[in-house]
Each structure stands twice: as structure tokens, then as C-alpha cells.
């Protein structure tokens, strides 16, 4: 008992060290990038839908100043509608690179030269690497101001701390920014999967915990687990809530043991961008797209790359034995060092066999695999998945008006997809040669909307590239985007923008481009910067248009070649 409870402190303590005093990061090198007391909206590594959040994300004000966390220069300027928004790079004589993303406004001397480099392509989304002398930044000078550009959905600043030679990502909370927090993770949920011998999942369940009264240390309801299979699986759904903020953000590290031994541990330290995707082989995939509930699975499946995992015994799986109880404690903690506790116990109760479940193909995760039945060509190169497939499908001849091909209903939604797959659809009836280049791939959604999925022709077939399983067929698009006028009148003395509306019927996904615009005042390009959470198109004044009159021209295009032409004339 003794030597146990040794092993037990051992494995404990080692756990501890490696989540604070293991790293070799600078503790005194970066300051905050805020003046005020850093408050997280998200944390490095929190689970969001089909990947890892690569930085902390600092509430703040729309305007308010930020400031380089240390001394460097500008590597790398980004301008998109989406994704980052407006974000600079920032490189340190450290080896590190900092990232500032969705910002509002870039510093005036970058923001001047962004507009020229944008007028030179006629681009408003572009991408920039100014040499290493052209911006030059002293540690706490001010970036830029904070914003919501891209795809953001409420004022903050996204911070990230990366590896310069390997573009790793960094936790930023590891190199010594204080973020108050002395309340530990809240535990919520455990589920329980019965596990085969292949590490497939047969049945499951889920239970909610009970905090108990002495500290955060939680239970289930009735201490033990009866389980019927031989193996069994566990994800918990946990989350740290932070002092000062209501947010449920991203928990640090996870680990389980069975009987003192530690079997399964994972911490947010640092990941690359290229393995981000393999988050949906490590949370819950089907609670994430039906419930938008995030559990943070303990155990690995077979095609799951993710280097954020240490120690694993048979890759986190329990064996069950009947008449014997084996204790599981589970440890959850945040950067600050906070804990909270799971403890229950399992043992192997009567074992049925599974109910039989029709399928049509077998995928093996570990092999390229092709099916073709004439009206369904699929590609799935190997490493698409991170378990076998069961496929199950079957189409249907819908007799609504605007389909041009059987539905096809591919498997489901609830399983996760890695890689982009080949998807080719027959028609079942000819189109007109007129018809053909407006034909698309649909994807069906449970809402009833359709997204475009693009498509070009191959074999007699429509072919694109996806990473979804679903409902698909073929529909046409022959509709042209539409245009709004928000801010414009004839007169636009005084005003300091005009800004338009556009709109497609159907939106694009996959791979399948969107919008594409062009805008031009008496024949010459102009700057309209896209906002997409908005659909808005936005000219700000800034002398390029004299006073007097002009023609304004915005010709809005989407991917099957539908074309929307505005032409106003305004006086300035």
C-alpha cells in the first residue's frame, strides 16, 4: 500500500511539474499586448468546430490601442474578409513571432501602405511580407487598434505566440502574461463509450457529475460504472471558468489513471496548423454538430495525429474485468496551476452482443478507398478518416422542381471527415449545352438550405471535392447575385463611405469559390472592402474620388458565372 500510494504522489507530482516548471519559455520577454488587465474570451487550444484555437482571445473595446508585445518587425500583413480580418506578424530577435488578428485599424504608416499595395493589385484582400527594415516596432509601441475584422463575431483581440522557424503555435499563457484566475475547470459531463476490440464504439452513454462539498472534487451518481462490454472509452466535457469573466473557456490538461496508473494525458502546449483538423478525431464529432457540446475524448482513436498527447497505456482504453472494480480519477487543470478532481469506479457487467447494423461499404481508415455505381463516383485517399466507415447510402429520385440528379444520401453528418474526398454526380436527364456550366454540386442541409459545392464536368459526371458526408445532388443556378444600396444617394457630399449589399441564393462551401466584385468610378479600379459576417461592400472616402460628378460601376459575380451590373451616378 505504501509503495502505491508512493507511485501515486510520483505520477502526480511529475503531472504538475510538466504542466508549469517543465517549459523553457521566456518568463520576462513579452508584455501584455492590452494596457488593461487581460480577460480571455477564449483560451490556446479550446475546441472549436473542426479546429484547435491557435491563441488567447482579450476582450476589449473597438478602437483601443494595442502594443507590440515586444521588440521586432513586421514579417507578414493580411487583409480578409474572413478568417483573421486584418492581422500582422511580428517578428522577435528571440525566434519567436507574434500575431495580432482581427484588428480595426493597422498603424497609419502600415495602413497607408496596405491601401497602396491594394490599389496596385485592385485586391482587397491581400497578402504582404515587407522586408525586415520597413516597419520596426520597440517593445511596447502601439500596433494597431482592436476590432472584430473577419470572422469575428464580437470586439477582441486574437493573440498568438508562434514558433518563427516552424510556425508552431505557442500557449501565450506559458511565457508568463498574468491572467488573474484562481477558480479551478467545472467539470459537467462523462461519457461512457463500449468499445470493441478495434477501439469502435457499440453503445454508449452519458452522465452528469456531482460537485462535491469539500473543493472541486466530483462524482457520478452512484460511484460505480456497470459496463457492458469488454473495453470502454471516456470524453469528458469540462471547462475553465475564469475569474472575473462568464465565458466557458478551454481547459489546459486532462489526464486519467486507472488504479494509480497514469494511462491517458493530454496538455494545450503547442500544436501545428497542419494537425488542427485532427480535433474532431479528439472531442465528441457527433455532440459537437448536433448539440454544439464539446467533450474532450480520453482515449485515441486510430487515425488521430494530434502531438498534444503524452502519456498513453493502450491508447487510453480501459479493460473491464467482471468481479473486479478498477478506480478511474481523472485531473483537469488550467495554465494558473487550478484542479479539479473526477473520481469513480467500472467493472464489466453481463456483455451483449452488439445489435446488428446494416451497411454497404466498409472504409478502412488506413486505406485509399473508391466507390463507383455509374450515378456516384467517391475518392477517399487514405488517411480521410480516423476510424474504419461503416457506409451506409442510398439515393432517392425526388420529383421536386430544380433537381437534376437522384439524391444522394451519403452516410451521415455525424461522422467526422479529414481529408477532401472526390465527389462525381450523374444527371438523370440531359442539360441543354447552355445549362451545363451553371449546373452544381447541392449539399442538403438538415435546415433545408443548400450550399454550393462548385463542380466542373468529368466523364459525364459533376465532379467536386468535399469533406462532409450528407445529402448531395445536382441543381442549376442561373440566378444572378443581388446589390443594395445601404449608404448611397445621388448626392454624397459630406459622406465619408458608401456601402452595398450583396447577396447570392445560394451559398458557397467546400472549395467552391464565393462573391467575387469589381468596382470602378469613372473607369478606374476602386477600393471596396468586404466585410462577409455582413454581407457589405464599403468605399471609404479618402480623396481618390475629386468633387464633381461621376459614374459609379460594381459588377458582382458568382461562381457559376452569374453576373449582377450596378451602375449609378453620384456627385461628390
Known amino acids: 500500500m505504501r509503495i502505491t500510494a508512493?507511485?501515486?504522489?510520483?505520477?502526480?507530482?511529475?503531472?504538475?511539474?510538466?504542466?508549469?516548471?517543465?517549459?523553457?519559455?521566456?518568463?520576462?520577454?513579452?508584455?501584455?499586448?492590452?494596457?488593461?488587465?487581460?480577460r480571455l474570451s477564449g483560451t490556446f487550444g479550446e475546441l472549436r468546430p473542426n479546429h484547435?484555437?491557435?491563441?488567447?482571445?482579450?476582450?476589449?473595446?473597438?478602437?483601443?490601442?494595442?502594443?507590440?508585445a515586444a521588440e521586432g518587425y513586421i514579417s507578414r500583413i493580411k487583409v480578409q474578409a474572413g478568417g483573421y480580418g486584418n492581422v500582422v506578424y511580428m517578428n522577435h530577435p528571440n525566434g519567436y513571432t507574434s500575431v495580432y488578428a482581427h484588428l480595426h485599424k493597422f498603424t497609419p504608416e502600415v495602413e497607408q501602405y496596405v491601401r497602396e499595395f491594394q490599389y496596385k493589385r485592385e485586391s482587397f484582400e491581400v497578402e504582404i511580407f515587407p522586408g525586415r527594415d520597413k516597419f520596426r516596432f520597440a517593445k511596447g509601441d502601439v500596433i494597431g487598434k482592436l476590432g472584430l475584422s473577419g470572422r469575428s463575431f464580437g470586439p477582441h483581440l486574437h493573440f498568438e505566440i508562434r514558433d518563427t522557424k516552424s510556425e508552431r503555435p505557442i500557449n501565450p499563457l506559458l511565457?508568463?502574461?498574468?491572467?488573474?484566475d484562481d477558480r479551478p475547470p467545472k467539470l459537467h459531463?462523462?461519457?461512457?463509450?463500449?468499445?470493441?476490440?478495434k477501439r469502435e464504439t457499440v453503445g454508449t452513454r452519458t452522465l452528469n457529475l456531482i460537485m462535491g462539498k469539500a473543493g472541486p472534487n466530483y462524482r457520478i451518481k452512484g460511484d460505480t460504472l456497470d459496463i457492458g462490454a469488454w473495453r470502454a472509452g471516456f470524453a469528458l466535457k469540462a471547462y475553465d471558468h475564469m475569474t472575473g469573466v462568464p465565458n466557458w473557456n478551454g481547459i489546459y490538461s486532462l489526464a486519467m489513471f486507472k488504479d494509480d496508473i497514469l494511462i491517458y494525458d493530454f496538455e494545450m502546449e503547442t500544436f501545428s496548423f497542419s494537425e488542427s483538423r485532427y480535433i474532431n478525431a479528439h472531442l465528441d464529432y457527433a455532440e459537437q454538430v448536433e448539440k454544439k457540446s464539446y467533450f474532450n475524448r480520453c482515449y485515441q482513436l486510430p487515425g488521430n495525429k494530434l502531438s498534444i498527447y503524452n502519456e498513453q497505456v493502450e491508447q487510453g482504453v480501459v479493460k473491464l474485468h467482471k468481479g473486479k472494480v478498477s478506480e478511474i480519477k481523472m485531473l483537469v487543470q488550467d495554465v494558473d496551476g487550478n484542479r479539479s478532481q473526477l473520481r469513480f469506479w467500472v467493472r464489466r457487467a453481463e456483455v451483449k452482443p452488439p445489435k446488428s447494423d446494416s451497411y454497404n461499404y466498409l472504409l478502412p481508415y488506413n486505406e485509399e478507398n473508391k466507390i463507383d455505381n455509374e450515378s456516384l463516383y467517391l475518392y477517399f485517399p487514405e488517411g480521410t478518416f480516423y476510424e474504419n466507415v461503416y457506409l451506409k447510402y442510398h439515393n432517392d429520385r425526388e420529383r421536386s422542381s430544380g433537381l437534376y440528379s437522384a439524391v444522394h444520401h451519403i452516410h451521415n453528418r455525424r461522422t467526422p471527415v479529414h481529408r477532401y474526398f472526390d465527389l462525381g454526380l450523374r444527371p438523370d436527364q440531359p442539360l441543354p449545352e447552355a445549362q451545363r456550366s451553371k449546373a452544381f454540386i447541392a449539399h442538403c442541409q438538415p435546415d433545408g438550405t443548400v450550399e454550393n459545392m462548385g463542380g466542373s464536368w468529368k466523364n459525364g459526371r459533376l465532379q467536386t471535392k468535399t469533406r462532409a458526408f450528407g445529402k448531395y445532388c445536382i441543381m442549376l443556378d442561373q440566378k444572378a447575385p443581388t446589390i443594395t444600396p445601404?449608404?448611397?444617394?445621388?448626392?454624397?457630399?459630406?459622406?465619408?463611405?458608401?456601402?452595398?449589399?450583396?447577396?447570392?441564393?445560394?451559398?458557397?462551401?467546400?472549395?467552391?469559390a464565393g462573391l467575387s466584385y469589381r468596382a470602378t468610378v469613372d473607369g478606374q479600379w476602386i477600393l471596396l472592402e468586404y466585410d462577409a459576417k455582413k454581407d457589405l461592400l464599403i468605399h471609404r472616402f479618402d480623396g481618390s474620388i475629386g468633387p464633381g460628378e461621376h459614374q459609379l460601376r460594381l459588377v458582382v459575380s458568382d461562381n457559376r458565372g452569374n453576373e449582377r451590373l450596378l451602375e449609378r451616378r453620384f456627385i461628390r
Open 52 to 68: 484547435l484555437h491557435a491563441g488567447i482571445d482579450i476582450k476589449g473595446k473597438v478602437g483601443q490601442s494595442l502594443y507590440a
Open 486 to 512: 445601404v449608404a448611397f444617394r445621388t448626392t454624397l457630399k459630406g459622406y465619408s463611405k458608401m456601402s452595398f449589399k450583396i447577396k447570392d441564393n445560394f451559398e458557397a462551401s467546400g472549395r467552391a
Open 175 to 180: 511565457f508568463g502574461m498574468e491572467v488573474k
Open 6 to 38: 508512493l507511485l501515486t504522489l510520483f505520477s502526480v507530482l511529475t503531472f504538475a511539474f510538466s504542466l508549469s516548471g517543465g517549459k523553457n519559455y521566456p518568463q520576462d520577454y513579452f508584455r501584455s499586448p492590452v494596457d488593461q488587465r487581460i
Open 189 to 197: 459531463q462523462l461519457k461512457v463509450y463500449h468499445l470493441n476490440d
